[in-house]
Nanobody, 121 residues
Framework: QVQLVESGGGLVQAGGSLRLSCAASGRTFDRYAMGWFRQAPGQEREFVASMNGSGGSTNYADSVKGRFTISRDNAKNTVYLQMNSLKPEDTAVYHC??????????????WGQGTQVTVSS
């Protein structure tokens, strides 16, 4: 069982930056692929970024490539999402998620409650 708690959301002006954190429970954090997803009001949840357990492989949505960076510190059981050059369309609730194994297949089994990111124009 993995429990995830996000933090770091807030209100920022367009062009600004935020760093989200997701702290995970458990002793085998480095065996889990981690992902970030977001959901804006009235829209479906969408994939943002993911990273494999060792941190050697990443994947990004086209809409955030070059602006967002996912990273992890396995010693701290934490995954991060550095968000730069934020746009109003990045406004959403951001969730982290975990799944055992590869970032390329399988469903995410564990989800955090989410943290609100609001970007003003």
């Amino acid at each position: 069982q993995v429990q995830l708690v996000e933090s770091g959301g807030g209100l920022v002006q367009a062009g600004g930056s935020l760093r989200l954190s997701c702290a995970a429970s458990g002793r085998t954090f480095d065996r889990y692929a981690m992902g970030w997803f977001r959901q804006a009001p009235g829209q479906e949840r969408e994939f943002v970024a993911s990273m494999n357990g060792s941190g050697g492989s990443t994947n990004y949505a086209d809409s955030v490539k070059g602006r967002f960076t996912i990273s992890r510190d396995n010693a701290k059981n934490t995954v991060y999402l550095q968000m730069n050059s934020l746009k109003p369309e990045d406004t959403a609730v951001y969730h982290c998620a975990a799944k055992y194994g590869s970032i390329y297949y399988g469903e995410y089994n564990y989800w955090g409650q989410g943290t609100q990111v609001t970007v003003s124009s």
